[in-house]
């Protein structure tokens, strides 16, 4: 089923001119697409050991959560938009969800900014979550890579 809904999303994104790049592609190919002006697609609650993370709660507890999603708004002055594929009770077909952006500080020192722009990201998440559990399947330990130095 988690493969589905990823395979759904990325018809649909792309649908949309979103451009997806393999996990293990270079930084440059996403600055790439961001520089030409266009959308990057980022699965931003995945944790990827390569990528730098900071502890962040995530149902209370500190997980490591990926920066990049922070980095690239931050060189870029570009909006998380957070967006899912959700597949309503008893329908037969997934639907995008697309929430309101969320907006890297500029009034906080850069570390501050990342990580309360990281801390939205998380709680957003839990909402999605709590609001449809049944939506959401995680296939990595969350918890369990969290450092006490962050």
Not at 4 to 27: E, N
Not at 46 to 72: E, H, I, N, Q, Y
């Amino acid at each position: 089923r988690r493969y589905s809904r990823l395979r759904c999303l990325f018809y649909l994104l792309r649908a949309y001119g979103v451009v997806t790049l393999p996990l293990y592609a270079p930084r440059r190919d996403a600055l790439r697409v961001l520089r030409d002006g266009g959308v990057l697609g980022l699965l931003t609650d995945l944790r990827v050991k390569r990528l730098d993370g900071r502890d962040v709660p995530f149902f209370g507890v500190p997980a490591r959560t990926m920066t990049a999603p922070a980095a690239f708004a931050r060189v870029h002055g570009a909006p998380l938009v957070p967006v899912r594929c959700v597949r309503p009770f008893g329908a037969t077909r997934y639907r995008l969800s697309v929430d309101a952006p969320l907006e890297l500080r500029d009034d906080v020192a850069r570390e501050d900014a990342t990580l309360d722009l990281l801390a939205r990201q998380n709680r957003l998440f839990e909402r999605w979550i709590i609001d449809a559990p049944e939506q959401w399947a995680w296939h990595q330990r969350r918890w369990d890579v969290a450092t006490p130095h962050g």
